[in-house]
């Protein structure tokens, strides 16, 4: 009953107008971005709902409530080309977020945000990412001066493009760390240094704790938009792993990574190209790996986008040799090429054309095919989240291909529809192992509030 009057309440919420002031402010991905605290001013409430999105709680201090619903549908056969399991499986992913923000001035802030992550039983076994009970997705406790905010707690991360950090949506729990960062934004630019760990999902209610196994440290930097050429990022990420699994071995994984963004848009082209160089040490060994990664648009008329994406990410080429090839991605998006999350950024080659059609300003349809290929022969085909396939070392390249469709429709800012199709093929490599061609659906509706 409680889950019904709240997803009533979510549906209220979606189906009321949205005034171009909220409109043009927006809900964001990462909740706490959002600040909503222009509506403490009851003459700026145009919306039923726009007092709880600000409560004045006196003494320069404010209060905003809000929340999502999401639920997910995912049938898929023969995931990750049968190589994982085979044959059919469908699930239903229940998601409900409920958060608290209270802020004094820009000097204090306290945020708190609830999540309760439900799942059907999936007939191949649902993994980790699928179900915990009532639990801390974040908390966290801001100090801010001048253009300095200092944040300690739970806390939910993306950092640029995703490939390397961000928050892993599609999975029904998303990706949170416990640490600390410090956050300075002046003049147009953002810079970020952090040391945080991977929180450790458990099933029963708040009982996830933090996974000291794993750690995370760096600095990211975004230069202001510069003359019309885009933006640059540059950033150093650190890793450790106590147990890190390639198709070398398993071992204790120290990881550096050193990296340059660089995006923008002008005349109708849209880039986004990303290099990272990766150092350190995986047992006795050394690691000397790389990636290259592009994203090119052409926006040839009004509602039309021609895009190309290509990557490669490093692979071992002489297992045993002193010195590990395999790139690793880090805490990446996920799913990272199409929602059948298919395959990981290691070992990996892969060109994807696409197109993207909006013929309504919040309605976006796109369809892909993506030719996947190994880097290296010797090394294995990576599963995700970074699982080595070990009948798949040596012999082809050729991977396979996967062919998207998919439809994003922002109703109102509050209500999304989603929905893709995968259609994927093993190629002479997987086929060698046992794979099979197989095919994803998901639907999902999520309602912010």
Known sequence: MALTRVSALALALAAAPASAEND???????????????????????????????????????????????????????????????GSDRVLLHRLLVHADWRAGDAVRVFVQLADRRATTRGFGNPPTDRDAVDLAQGFLDLGVGGLTLRAGRQELDLGSGRLVAVRDGANIRRAFDGGRASWRRHGWRIDALFLQPVAIAPAAFDDGTDTSQALWGGYATTPPLAGVGQIDFYYLGLRRNRGVFAAGTARELRHSFGARWFGKRDGVDWDIEAVVQAGRFGADRIAAWTLASNLGWRVAAPLRLGLKADIASGDARPGDGRLGTFNALYPKLPYFTEANLVAPANLMDLQPGVTVTPAPRLELAASIDLLWKHRRADAFYAPPLTPIAATRGGGRWIGWQASLSANWRVTPRLTLRGAYVRFAPGAAIRAAGGRAGDFVMTSVAIKF
């Open 24 to 86: 043009r402010r927006g809900y964001a991905s990462l909740r706490y971005d959002e600040d909503w605290r222009a509506l403490c001013d009851p003459a700026r409430r145009t919306q039923p709902f726009d007092a709880v999105k600000c409560r004045d709680t006196g003494g320069g201090t404010t209060l905003t409530l809000g929340g999502e619903l999401r639920e997910r549908f995912e049938a898929v056969r023969n995931p990750v080309f049968g190589l994982a399991a085979r």
